[in-house]
């Protein structure tokens, strides 16, 4: 065995004593903060659901690691900022990760080893993933206390560059890339993520759109039949199939609406647009809005619609957006700024999933490991976002992103001391936010039975 001091290091003296190091700490875990992750993902339950939808066809007298355990250590890790499943070779003696799925920090099997999660991830079938993404949708509709009366579900689609010739990989002339376009539907309004589906790089045509919509909506309507459900995404999904099932079916929505020439001519919207374009000028205005609404039907449409359009005059020019809705009541403002645009917010929650939690990490060849890690990764959103509702208002982290709650909250030090009767986590002294630890520790705690 190596001896401790031939492995030790200096750092610069320090009021002339010197400095040594060295890393024979003991159970020390660098992601204390994974124990709160392990409350939260008890308290939904999220990797159990998710392991009942594969068959495990594992001799149960061999079975080491079970399924659930495995996908719990891989949720985990994602969460922690461990996104690739070679991470959890280092993480197997982790004392913190061994604790969150309940094992003893220093005896015993470890954690699932790097090929084991890659043959998870191999393994389920497409119809096994179909149901892993049904499963998602009762997760998002089971965090509600009860059903809500109406919901608005921002859907929308974005890039995804891929790591070589994978299937599903396609180019993307807008984009400039070979890339998948995944479907990401959230709750704005709430945070929570409903519905991540992997896809060819290619725009959806009406009827691919309908068709992901139609079965989202009945999902969730199994839940909540009584619940008013709007539907609101960009010019992607503002197609004839997608707003001719929605008016089937009772949904509202709020699709943006590309400008054509039937429209740059519609003399309401021109009035409005040229009396805009002349009060900004009279006034010295850099920038003048204003709003318009007409009655439009393209010919591909059944009938004619609201559209409704933000005419901007400013000193570069005019500029004129458009939004088509089956909603009948609000003024045109309304309507485009307080609903359409409150769509932006989707646009971050895309990015913490992307980019926070490192779900464009679709490395697979083949397309159905790619879809098995983005649903691992919204498990591991939904253990994020549930840290999140559990922070007091008040609190300085109340409204802060991911990366801020990993580095604040999960990546603390902590020392792991197991006697014969209990296990003890000793974290730093000096931890600025232990209060705040303490409070979500506590309010993840399962209640007693």
Known sequence: MTDVTSSSFRFPAVQRKKVTAAFDGGRITSDGGVLLLAQAEREMDICRQLATCIADRRDPSRVVHKLDDILRARVLAIACGYEDADDLDALRDDPGFRLALGKLPGSGAGLASQPTMSRWENAPTTRELARRRAAMVDIYCAS???????????IDDTCDVVHGYQQLSFWNGHHGERCFLPIHVYDTATGRPVAMLLRTGKTPSGAEAAGHIRRLVRQIQRHWPTTHITIRGDGHYGRPEVMNFCEAQGID??????TN???RADPQIVKIADACTVKRAEEQHVVLRNYAQTRYGAKSWKCQRRVVARIEA?????????????????SAEHI?????????????LIKLHK?????????CRSANANQMRLIL??????????IQQVIPKAAPLANAEFATLRLRLLKVAARVIETASRIRVAFASACPDATLFRIIAAALRPAPT
């Open 336 to 348: 485009y700024d307080t609903l359409y645009c409150a769509r932006g917010q989707a646009e971050n």
């Open 144 to 154: 509600y206390p009860s059903p809500p009366e109406a919901v608005t579900l921002d």
């Open 253 to 258: 929505y709020v699709f943006g609406l590309p």
């Open 314 to 330: 400013s000193t570069l020019g005019m500029d004129i957006r458009y939004v088509v809705t089956s909603l009948e009541q609000g």
């Open 355 to 363: 980019a926070q939690l490192a779900s464009d990490r679709t490395s």
């Open 261 to 263: 020439a039937v429209l």
């Open 377 to 386: 990764h919204t498990a591991a959103f939904w253990l994020m976002w549930r």
